[in-house]
């Protein structure tokens, strides 16, 4: 918590309006990130040889919605985006269900590790992954489970519902334009999806801490 200057005073915040700042945060970024989805997003670069953007602006709103409100308003703006995103996506839900994926996981391990770090009670969680050191111990371990996470997913709709467009897929970005299909998939998944984490965790950790937005709203 923020120290108290002379003059003022502590204000206590009741449960029930702190829940309300945490939904209305969650509904706030997660309307946010449908707009950018919708309007800014496609008319980002694209890797090459793949459908996806070079830097993803919608996993860095969720990912900062969750370090500056929280938990629960993380874990629900994503869901409020991803299913806003589902209507103007050209792939329907898959695209939208993807990017959830990738960066639920860069949320939850975080989550995971903030319950079993009690050794300061008295330091808040936010505090907790506001250290660098913390964060990118955690944000590495996310980026781990998100690459498996992903390479699993991957495989599975290239093999189904994209199968017609997995040839379309190559190593071009990496000069290795004759290297495509399920080959292409299996080493070029990892190397994007560690490119937007490192995009995902740090652009948000900036914007946050930096401006120290999780200090002006001290919900977690």
Do not use: H
């Not at 945060?25 to 997003?41: D, E, M, P, Q, R």
């Not at 000069?175 to 984490?197: D, F």
């Amino acid at each position: 918590m923020s120290e108290i200057k002379p003059g003022e005073k502590e204000v206590i915040r009741s449960s029930s309006s702190q829940l309300l700042i945490e939904l209305s945060g969650a509904a706030i970024f997660g309307a946010l990130s449908v707009v950018i989805g919708t309007f800014l997003a496609p008319n980002i670069p694209r890797i090459a040889g793949w459908f996806i953007a070079i830097i993803d602006p919608i996993s860095i709103v969720w990912i900062a919605c969750f370090l500056i409100f929280g938990v629960k308003a993380g874990l629900l703006c994503s869901v409020v985006g991803a299913i806003g995103l589902m209507p103007f996506d050209p792939t329907g839900w898959i695209g939208p269900s993807m990017k959830f994926a990738a960066t639920i996981s860069l949320i939850v391990v975080p989550i995971i590790f903030l319950k079993l770090y009690k050794r300061d009670p008295e330091i808040i969680n936010s505090k907790k992954l506001k250290a660098a050191k913390n964060y990118v111990i955690y944000g590495t371990l996310g980026t781990v489970v998100r690459i498996l996470v992903m390479e699993v997913l991957n495989i599975i709709v290239y093999l189904t519902v994209f199968a017609m467009y997995a040839d379309w897929i190559s190593l071009a970005f990496l000069g290795l334009p004759q290297i495509t299909g399920m080959t292409a998939i299996l080493i070029g998944a990892p190397l994007i999806n560690a490119w937007q984490s490192l995009l995902d965790l740090l652009i948000p950790y900036l914007l946050v801490f930096t401006s120290k937005l999780d200090e002006k709203f001290e919900i977690w």
